[in-house]
């Protein structure tokens, strides 16, 4: 049966497991599509245009937002960064889900727009503050200034948890990944994502009509 898709938005503090998730939400459904964000920033190294983001000067990024073709938009370290609107809906329309990987305020600009309904909002936290900051250490990639500006942000983003539909502790990251596929199988069986269930009532009716 015919189904709408769902917008998944998954945030959470850097190191507490959101990408790694991410990525494995969509080998496990690769039906799902990725929302590419676009970035006023210049391509890095290896980076591809369409693919990691789409990249846009700060005059065509801001008409796009003027125009109202962002489903949201913030500024990050002096540079522009957005989700597109037209593909996000093209997704929806065609009953495929649509995967955000965006902070607090990105999710409340997403809920707070005319797709809001379709929204499935996730929030990870790490287990402790210690494993979170062990975790960031651990992966090799930042210097110790950008972990402890990562530890200060965490704490701001760890207060707006009790604004998504479901929070997840990623204690055991295979535990996790568990209960975010049971979720989302879950929430695809929504009355409010099925619109062909009124027609196929109605045809039930008319059945007992005939009888």
């Not at 329309?93 to 379709?118: P, T």
Request: charged share 30%.
């Amino acid at each position: 049966m015919a189904r709408r898709g769902l917008l998944l938005i998954l945030s959470s503090p850097s190191g507490a497991g959101k990408s790694t998730l991410s990525k494995r939400l969509m080998a496990w459904d690769p039906t799902i599509r990725f929302s590419v964000s676009a970035t006023t920033r210049p391509p890095r190294p290896g980076e591809v245009d369409g693919r990691d983001y789409y990249f846009l000067s700060r005059e065509a990024f801001a008409n796009h937002v003027q125009r109202g073709e962002m489903l949201e938009y913030a500024e990050v370290f002096g540079n522009g960064y957005g989700s597109p609107k037209a593909p996000v809906i093209e997704a929806l329309e065609a009953g495929r889900d649509v995967l955000f990987d965006v902070d607090w305020q990105g999710a409340q600009q997403i809920r707070n727009s005319s797709l809001g309904r379709d929204v499935l909002s996730i929030f990870i936290l790490p287990p402790s503050i210690e494993e979170l900051e062990r975790r960031l250490r651990f992966r090799g990639q930042d210097s110790d200034e950008v972990i402890r500006d990562r530890m200060r942000k965490s704490r701001d983003e760890i207060s707006h948890w009790a604004e998504y539909d479901y929070v997840l502790v990623n204690e055991d990251l295979q535990e996790t990944e568990e209960k975010l596929k049971r979720i989302v199988s879950a929430t695809r069986l929504r009355r409010e994502t099925q619109p062909t269930l009124v027609d196929h009532v109605r045809e039930l009716n008319k059945e007992f009509d005939a009888r």
